[in-house]
């Protein structure tokens, strides 16, 4: 059986601001660094393990993304982080 995970990226500077991102980017912040972490560390205590993974070329989901899994992925413009397994 295939699972599909989806995840949005952590809190990033614009999301403090309370500015519409879109298209822009920006950063992370430490809590959005933290909210990545805490998602790692779930998927670990459940054993979730992936087989593939993908995300767009946006930074704040690539950053997001990287610190949730351990292994390669593909980016694609205009997609959000997706990891199945």
């Not at 519409?20 to 909210?35: A, R, V, Y």
């Not at 997001?64 to 413009?77: Q, S």
């Amino acid at each position: 059986m295939k699972r599909l995970y989806l995840m949005r990226h952590g809190q990033t500077l614009f999301n403090v601001q309370h500015k519409i991102q879109g298209w822009c980017d920006s950063p992370l912040t430490s809590k959005g660094i933290e909210q990545a972490k805490a998602a790692k560390k779930i998927l670990d205590e459940r054993g979730i393990q992936f087989d593939h993974a993908c995300c767009s070329t946006a930074e704040r989901c690539c950053d997001t993304l990287e610190l949730v899994i351990d292994l390669p992925y593909e980016r694609f413009k205009g997609l959000s982080a997706v990891i199945h397994i």
